[in-house]
């Protein structure tokens, strides 16, 4: 038996969360069955768990798009008993049994060895927030950005992955503007490598198709009017990794930015990114982002609080990451 946040919701009924004991008969068909050690908790996740959003595609449900855990049986011959794993994406969580449970069976081709220096809890600190946010800094770089073509925006400051991306870009050389609706944060986003702080009301509205040219690249997790602002008032060749939709999916803009200032829009998506490209953000991930940014920037907390804490999420009140210890 083992511990989970079960999510149900019978045909016309309401949406139902508990702790619940299962068996491991009822984990979904897989090839690799994992002892979870610790998950997290993303805004999918705090969606699907108060059902504000239609994330989950089939009940009943276990949510959690991440976890890190230790193989414990694989019919696969990449992974062993004992082996050190995680996972993000994958519709894990929301078409597939996710990781807030202390036991998860998935698909061997949706794991990734857990790199060497890195604990499982470690792991969920970054989890998909800022394995994202990992892949924004590479796409940037795929378009050759560098420090000395100016300063780059994030957006989304004091969340999951725009916290982290302050930190990876900043320890990269770059100056980092950050862009939040809580600027009595300051000294958490400046003490991350922030070095000038920008209040969201100024993107977040409708703006002019070409704005005044600030910035040489960002990284977008807001979506909406926050993005078409940005790309508005990117330099000349700047490149605008976008990732998320906090304000909005819909994007107001022009084309003014992409044909008059030869702007790039480069989209990242976490969920079904190629498996080599998972394994490199990881393992850049786990040289270049120092373990006392992850400790400034995370709490922990029970598998049983994480209903109460995806309200919260979702309500702005949670700052940085949260990793769930599924065994307390």
């Known amino acids: 038996m083992f511990k989970a946040l079960l999510l149900t919701k019978p045909d ?3 949406l139902h969360c508990a702790i619940t ?12 069955r994992v002892q979870v050690a610790a998950s997290t908790l993303n805004y999918k996740d705090a969606l ?6 239609p994330v989950v595609r089939s009940y009943p449900m276990v949510p959690g798009i991440d976890f890190a855990g230790t193989v414990l049986e694989s019919s696969d ?5 004992g082996d050190a794993v995680l996972l993000n994406g994958w519709g894990v969580g929301e078409s597939h049994w996710g990781g807030l449970a202390q036991q998860a069976r998935v698909k061997a081709d949706w794991l990734v060895p857990l790199p060497a220096g890195l604990t499982a809890a470690q792991a969920m600190a970054i989890g998909t927030a800022g394995y994202t946010a990992m892949l924004c800094v590479m796409a940037l770089q795929r378009h050759g950005v560098t420090p000395q073509q100016g300063p780059v925006l994030v957006t989304g400051a004091n969340g999951g992955v725009g916290s982290i991306a302050i930190a990876l870009l900043a320890r990269q050389g770059f100056t ?3 862009s939040t609706g809580r600027l009595h944060e300051s000294e958490h986003l400046k003490a991350l490598g922030a070095s000038e702080l920008i209040d969201r009301a100024t993107l977040s509205g409708p703006g002019k198709p070409l704005q005044k040219e600030r910035w040489a690249a960002a990284v977008d997790a807001v979506g909406s009017h926050t993005l078409a ?11 605008v990794a976008a990732c998320g939709l906090a ?3 819909d994007l107001p803009a022009s084309v003014a930015p992409f044909i008059l200032r030869g702007v790039t829009l480069a989209g990242v998506d976490s969920v079904m990114a190629p498996h080599a490209r998972r394994v490199e953000a990881w393992r850049r991930l786990a040289q270049e982002l120092p373990a006392e940014v992850l400790a400034s920037n995370t709490q922990t907390i029970g598998l049983a609080h994480a209903a109460g804490t995806a309200a919260e ?16």
């Open 12 to 14: 016309g009924g309401a």
């Open 21 to 32: 004991d299962l068996e491991e008969a009822a984990l979904p068909a897989g090839e690799v």
């Open 48 to 53: 699907a768990i108060t059902g504000k959003a």
């Open 77 to 81: 011959l990449r992974y062993r008993q």
């Open 176 to 178: 980092v503007h950050a």
């Open 229 to 239: 602002n940005v790309c508005a008032s990117l330099r000349y060749g700047g490149v």
């Open 247 to 249: 304000q909005g999916m």
């Open 313 to 328: 999420l979702l309500a702005g009140r949670v700052r940085g990451r949260v990793v769930v210890d599924v065994n307390r």
